[in-house]
């Protein structure tokens, strides 16, 4: 969030004798406070994105196995280098998480 401040000069035609500063502070300790939201406003945000990033993904894998069964090209291309991608990386974790120290190196 970010917090603008607007600061507005405005002087008087007339000789101002007294001080708003109890009043002033009232108003400053007001807006700097902040809600959290509650529990159920929570839950409900992430019942929102969980639905959204659902409903999103849906249509976008039924795309993808559509160009797939259409056999365009780019599409198996793209699927065959992410596929060999995650593969290198579970390949990498197995090995790492089976070495002992992992595959960190010690140059001591």
């Given at each position: 969030?970010?917090?603008?401040?607007?600061?507005?000069?405005?002087?008087?035609s007339?000789?101002?004798?007294?001080?708003?500063?109890?009043?002033?502070?009232?108003?400053?300790?007001?807006d700097?406070e902040?809600?959290?939201?509650?529990?159920?406003e929570?839950?409900?945000?992430v019942?929102?994105?969980?639905?959204?990033l659902?409903?999103?993904?849906?249509?976008?894998?039924?795309?993808?196995?559509?160009a797939?069964?259409?056999e365009?090209?780019?599409?198996?291309?793209?699927?065959?280098?992410?596929?060999?991608?995650?593969?290198l990386?579970?390949l990498?974790?197995?090995?790492?998480?089976?070495v002992?120290?992992?595959?960190?190196?010690?140059?001591q």
């Open positions: 969030m970010t917090l603008i401040t607007i600061t507005n000069f405005s002087y008087a007339f000789p101002v004798t007294g001080s708003n500063t109890e009043i002033l502070n009232t108003v400053v300790s007001e700097t902040e809600d959290e939201p509650s529990l159920l929570a839950i409900l945000m019942i929102l994105v969980v639905s959204i659902g409903f999103a993904s849906y249509f976008l894998i039924k795309a993808w196995w559509r797939w069964r259409d365009v090209k780019w599409v198996r291309i793209f699927t065959y280098v992410i596929l060999g991608i995650l593969s990386m579970l990498l974790g197995i090995i790492c998480g089976t002992k120290g992992g595959c960190v190196y010690n140059m």
